[in-house]
């Protein structure tokens, strides 16, 4: 029968693994995507920015809605608008085409929360926490997965395949979801007015924060520009704040950050956001550089995605080992696991990246930790907010992620561009400072874990 758990949550999974596949093209194909449209490659950039943009403003929004009783539509609606993006950046003919199809497929961030919290509507208790840690980790998985789809489909047949590709698989998640999922309203989401004030503000607070965060290495951070933008993502922010406190039914419940455990699955959140985008960024640059660089492994572009394969293979492995775990391990326990793993791999990376096998099991102990810790962040929030926030909460949660990647992102571009090297590769020193900031992140992250649980 349509709907029945024993099917629901295969299906929540192939369509949340879908789009996370659909976000990660992108990073590998900044420089062909220049060279077809004849722009630079920091212009081709901003597909990459434009996605993060539209992705930290949708996914709050359908976060909420999806505490609502329409999560089905939601979920197809969205998979629709992601495969209309996929189909115009495969056909654009101009670069500002290209670039708005990129955008609506920012909406692939949001669908993870939307599958949580059918998850948690029509899961048994016993299915529900192995069924939301793998809905969690499928952001590493799809990054395992789509770095070597996009590897193989560009070098072979061109950038647009990977998104012919991505169309494809849309339109198979969406006939799942259309299957698996039970059909009607939810009789249970409660029917409250959706925060129009809150969803506003919040949109423009992040799109200006995310904003100023991609863009401040190039424009200058106490550049004007750069000061007005930070400005107006502060008031904005602050303002939604207030309103939020002030609502009847808000768009995030802010008083859920009393409770410990959202508090620390969404400081985590930042912090593991910002060394995974540092990580993975360097670890592909470092693949394909040219050996000339003194670290570059000069990997062509068919086999450099596979170099993000031991991520996929690491977060997967890790997520069966948590599903098995977690009722005698406590959830906070394996968030610092987690945290520490990461912080072991990005160190072994950043004295031992020369080889392609050091890059290799980098990437799988980064995995291991990811798969770990983002199984617990979700299961943390899950345990403590009510049903009718989980959306929300998740979505969050997964904002904080988001907002993380973008700081490392911005770290990371600032320490490479001050170092250039040969051609558009920076040296050496650059690459180990990166390395650096991603190793320092993940230590503070795990040393506040630690004293955390020894306060306690």
């Known amino acids: ?39 630079a490659v920091g212009t081709a ?47 654009a003919p101009t ?5 708005a199809g990129r955008a609506l497929q920012g909406l692939s961030y949001g669908i993870v929360p939307v599958t949580i919290a059918l998850a948690r509507r029509y899961l048994s208790d016993q299915q529900m926490r192995p069924g939301i840690s793998a809905l969690s980790v499928t952001v590493a998985t799809g990054l395992g997965i789509g770095y070597p789809l996009t590897g193989v489909l560009a070098s072979g047949f061109g950038f647009r395949m990977a998104f012919v590709a991505a169309a494809i698989f849309l339109v198979t998640a969406m006939a799942t979801v259309w299957v698996v ?25 992040l799109s200006a924060l995310l904003l100023a965060i991609s863009e401040g290495p190039d424009w200058g951070w106490i550049a004007p520009r750069s000061l007005i933008v930070a400005g107006a ?25 009393r409770h410990t455990d959202v508090i620390l699955a969404n400081g985590t959140a930042i912090g593991l956001g910002a060394a995974l985008y540092i990580g993975l960024s360097i670890a592909s640059l470092i693949a394909q550089a040219p050996t000339d660089t003194g670290y570059g492994i000069a990997l062509p572009l068919l086999w450099a995605g596979f170099v993000m394969l031991p991520l996929s293979i690491g977060s997967f492995g890790a997520n069966r ?23 072991v791999a990005v160190f072994l990376m950043l004295f031992a990246h020369d080889a392609l096998w050091e890059i290799l099991i980098g990437m799988f102990l980064f995995g291991v930790g990811l798969g770990t810790g983002y199984a617990a962040m979700p ?66 992250v795990f040393v506040a874990l630690v004293m955390h649980f020894v306060m306690r």
């Open 181 to 205: 999922v039970p059909a009607g309203p939810d009789e249970r989401a409660p029917h409250h007015r959706f925060d129009i004030p809150g969803a506003v503000l919040l949109s423009i607070g």
């Open 95 to 99: 670069f500002w085409v290209f670039l």
């Open 233 to 257: 993502a502060i008031a904005a922010l602050v303002a939604w704040a207030v309103v939020e406190l002030r609502a009847e039914h808000p768009m995030i419940n802010l008083r859920i950050f």
């Open 379 to 444: 299961a943390l929030i899950a345990r403590t907010v009510v049903t009718e926030e989980l959306g929300s909460a998740v979505s969050f949660n997964q904002v904080l992620r988001t907002v993380g990647g973008a700081c490392g992102s911005a770290l990371s571009g600032a320490v490479l561009a001050a170092h250039p090297g040969m051609d558009t590769f920076p040296d050496n020193t650059g690459i180990v400072l990166a390395l650096a900031l991603s190793a320092i992140g993940c230590s503070i």
């Open 1 to 39: 029968m349509a709907g029945t758990p024993k099917r629901l949550l295969p299906g929540l999974v192939y369509a949340a693994l879908t789009t996370a596949v659909v976000s990660s093209l992108g990073m590998l194909l900044v420089p062909s995507v220049a060279q077809e449209y004849d722009v």
């Open 45 to 91: 950039q901003w597909m990459l920015t434009i996605n993060l943009l539209v992705g930290a403003v949708t996914t709050p929004v359908m976060g909420r809605l999806s505490d609502g009783p329409h999560k089905k539509r939601l979920l197809i609606w969205a998979l629709a608008i992601i495969l209309v993006g996929s189909v115009m950046a495969a056909i």
């Open 321 to 343: 080992m948590v599903r098995l775990v977690s009722s005698r391990i406590g959830l906070p326990t394996l968030l610092r696991l987690g945290t520490a793993t990461m912080a």
